[in-house]
């Protein structure tokens, strides 16, 4: 009755014939369903409630979390993908619950000190599986959260999961998902090989979005780079022209703050015309259709696809590259390296015993390195350096 229920709001919202069905296909392990909440709700406050999420507000996204109160974290950029990607969602009535709980999930994985933390740890587990924080997000949600007496991780449904493990697109070659998860953690529900739904895709762009965007607002802020310098990437250049007089009236950060909000619109607006096309030439019937199609239906425009490579390599250049950026990220990297080997010496000492039951000695102190926030973690350093 439920079902039936929620199905009928959905036929008043017109729900698109490419949204994943509100009634989900199932869980890895069996639940009763809420009379509350649909699955997709249920999942996103899952995700909310956990451990890893409320760590993620002291995780890095570019600049070491103790450097300033006012810089994105990994927090603060996964609520910024959920709200464009609840937004793109709205438009093309897909499943925003869902497109919600992906974007809220997908960094879960991130150990600190950003990537520096993550070519660090990865390099430490070289010859026991890697690292991957993609992967590592759904350990966490798989085995590692530990909130219910049935089992293990937070039982997620199959869609959220599956969009999760397509965050950038099908997964053709599984033996690392095989090695750092186990051969079977999805229990087959799991078609590697087929495309993620829309949602998914809409997720995973509204990570570059924001990711871009707001990277470009922070290194602004932090002084690594005047608006004037971006003056030469095609599509800001034609923003900042139109606030240039507002430059002299307005103060600075509010001018940014409009430049950065036209970016985005810009960007969004790009996504809605190109994938309105997508998805007329593809021609597709059903949900089904959308799993075999071969071609990527959420994407930008060529010419926003070179807008988007611009402002990658500037922030590389200017930003991530940048001498104070890579001194802090370097620091990160040695504090990863350090306690690693400092931890596996004596892992008793820092890890309970029921985690080095369940895994091997290197996946389990690369589990607690990669859920440490920057601020733990150099403090554990300084304590046992």
Same mark, same amino acid.
């Given at each position: ?42 999942? &996103? ?8 999420? &409320? ?6 996204? #570019? ?86 007496? /049935? ?7 199959? !869609? ?22 186990? *051969?079977?953690?999805?229990?087959? =529900? ?7 739904? #829309? ?28 608006? !004037? ?53 593809? *021609? ?15 994407? +930008? ?12 390599? +500037? ?5 991530? /590259? ?11 990297? /040695?504090? #990863?390296?350090?306690? +690693? ?7 008793? =000492?820092?890890? %309970? ?7 091997? =000695? ?12 920057? &601020? ?8 046992? %350096?």
């Amino acid at each position: 009755m439920y079902y039936t229920f929620l199905s009928h709001l959905m036929q008043k919202s017109e729900y698109s014939k490419f949204a994943t069905p509100i009634k989900s296909i199932g869980r890895i392990y069996s639940e009763k369903s809420s009379l509350l909440r649909s699955p997709y709700q249920r999942d &996103r406050d899952r995700v909310i409630h956990s451990t890893a999420f &409320r760590r993620l507000k002291h995780k890095t996204q #570019v600049f070491v979390n103790t450097t300033g109160d006012h810089y994105r974290t990994r927090i603060t950029h996964s609520l910024e993908v959920s709200q464009i990607a609840r937004t793109l969602g709205k438009i093309f009535k897909l499943n925003e619950d869902l497109c919600e709980t992906l974007s809220l999930a997908h960094d879960l994985g991130h150990p600190p000190f950003g990537h520096a933390g993550e070519e660090a740890l990865n390099e430490c587990m070289d010859d026991f599986g890697g690292f991957d924080h993609n992967i590592q997000t759904l350990r966490i949600l798989t085995l590692l959260e530990n909130k219910y007496y /049935n089992f293990s991780g937070l039982n997620l449904s199959i !869609e959220t999961l599956d969009g999760l493990v397509k965050h950038n697109g099908p997964v053709f070659d599984k033996s690392k998902y095989d090695l750092i998860l186990g *051969k079977n953690i999805f229990k087959k =529900k799991i078609n590697f090989k087929r495309s993620p739904s #829309v949602e998914s895709q809409i997720s995973a762009i509204s990570d570059d979005i924001a990711y871009n965007s707001h990277d470009l607002e922070d290194g602004l802020k932090a002084l690594l780079f005047q608006i !004037e310098d971006l003056d030469k990437i095609p599509v800001i250049s034609d923003i900042i022209y139109r606030h240039k007089k507002k430059l002299k009236t307005k103060d600075k950060e509010l001018v940014l703050r409009q430049i950065v909000r036209d970016i985005i619109n810009e960007m969004v607006k790009d996504i809605i015309i190109n994938t309105t096309k997508n998805l007329k030439y593809a *021609k597709l019937k059903n949900i089904n259709d959308v799993y075999k199609t071969k071609i990527h239906l959420v994407n +930008f425009s060529e010419k926003m696809i070179n807008f988007d490579l611009s402002i990658k390599s +500037f922030l590389k250049t200017r930003m991530y /590259n940048h001498k104070s950026v890579l001194k802090k990220t370097k620091q990160g990297q /040695n504090i #990863v390296k350090a306690l +690693f080997l400092k931890i596996k010496k004596n892992p008793t =000492k820092f890890i %309970k015993r029921s985690s080095l039951r369940n895994f091997s =000695k290197e996946r389990s102190v690369c589990d607690f390195i990669a859920g440490m926030t920057d &601020r733990y973690a150099t403090n554990l350093y300084n304590l046992i %350096k």
